[in-house]
């Protein structure tokens, strides 16, 4: 089992920052891959960003160029710092956890607000 916390979020103005920070717990060390998804009521979740136990990352579209993710392996944390934010980017975010065995967990998810 693992577990996934999240922190950060709010609201913010367009051309802002945020950083959002999850933690993991449990079976770390069955852990593959972490990452960003990101959900607004009249799409499905979509991929954010993501990043591997190797640090191979992959970045939606969107997010290139304006969102970070990074790993703290040591502290069991990964963070997305997201630059630039859009009124689009506004949505609930959720970190995600992949383990070796195909197995997924879910943070609890924080909301994003990009509003003048």
């Known amino acids: 089992q693992v577990q996934l916390v999240q922190s950060g979020g709010g609201l913010v103005q367009p051309g802002g920052s945020l950083r959002l920070s999850c933690t993991s717990s449990?079976?770390?060390?069955?852990?593959?891959?972490m990452g960003w998804y990101r959900q607004t009521p009249d799409k499905q979740r979509e991929l954010v960003a993501t990043?591997?136990?190797?640090?191979?990352?992959n970045y939606a579209d969107s997010a290139k160029g304006r969102f970070t993710i990074s790993r703290d392996y040591n502290k069991n944390w990964i963070y997305l710092q997201m630059n630039s934010l859009k009124p689009e980017d506004t949505a609930a975010y959720y970190c995600?956890?992949?383990?070796?065995?195909?197995?997924?967990?879910w943070g609890q998810g924080t909301q994003v607000t990009v509003s003048s």
């Open positions: 990043i591997t136990e190797g640090g191979t990352i």
């Open positions: 995600h956890a992949v383990t070796f065995s195909t197995m997924e967990y």
């Open positions: 449990g079976n770390i060390f069955a852990i593959r891959t």
